[in-house]
């Protein structure tokens, strides 16, 4: 199958997986912090990776790293 045909197999809202060769993160929340953390990315209309990703840049930049990618 070839590259194209598998990017219009995906499904509508997930994240292109090219971007800047991503690697996955997993990590274990309670399932209640995931429902707020999901309810309130809707409701001021972002994507939760975004949202997690500015959140990991942030807490680099705290810890002294001067650029975080």
Request: contains cysteine; hydrophobic residues 30%; aromatic residues 4%.
């Amino acid at each position: 199958m070839s590259i194209r045909a598998m990017e219009e197999k995906k499904k509508p809202g997930r994240p292109s997986t090219n971007k800047d060769d991503p690697v996955y993160v997993r990590a274990r929340v309670p399932r209640e912090l995931h429902k707020s953390f999901k309810l309130a990315c809707t409701e001021d209309d972002l994507v939760m990776e975004d949202v997690v990703k500015d959140l990991i840049k942030d807490w680099l930049t705290k810890r002294g790293k001067k650029n975080p990618a």
